[in-house]
Nanobody, 119 residues
Framework: QVQLVESGGGLVQAGDSLTLSCAAS????????LGWFRQAPGKEREFVAA????????YYANSVKGRFAISRDLLKSTVYLQMNSLKPEDTGVYYC????????????WGQGTQVTVSS
């Protein structure tokens, strides 16, 4: 079992920066995939970024490439999402998730943290 708790969301203006954190506890393996997703009002949840505890590969949605950065601190068991040059279309609930190394889909999810970007 893995428990995930996000924090760091809030209300910001367009062009501002924000860093989300996701503290993980429980069973953690270096090749688990760590991901950030978001869901805007009235839309389906979408992929934002992913990496692994071993930092093997960094993956981003085209909409955030060059503006967002995913990182992790293995000692703190925490995953971060640094978000720069925020746009109103980045508004949504942001979730962190873990895909166990032997599973096809993300199988652990946090409760989400709200990010609102005003224009």
């Amino acid at each position: 079992q893995v428990q995930l708790v996000e924090s760091g969301g809030g209300l910001v203006q367009a062009g501002d920066s924000l860093t989300l954190s996701c503290a993980a506890s429980g069973r953690i393996f270096s090749h688990d995939t760590l991901g950030w997703f978001r869901q805007a009002p009235g839309k389906e949840r979408e992929f934002v970024a992913a990496t692994s505890w071993a930092s093997v590969g960094l993956y981003y949605a085209n909409s955030v490439k060059g503006r967002f950065a995913i990182s992790r601190d293995l000692l703190k068991s925490t995953v971060y999402l640094q978000m720069n040059s925020l746009k109103p279309e980045d508004t949504g609930v942001y979730y962190c998730a873990v895909r166990s190394q032997d599973k096809p889909d993300f199988d652990y999810w946090g409760q989400g943290t709200q990010v609102t970007v005003s224009s």
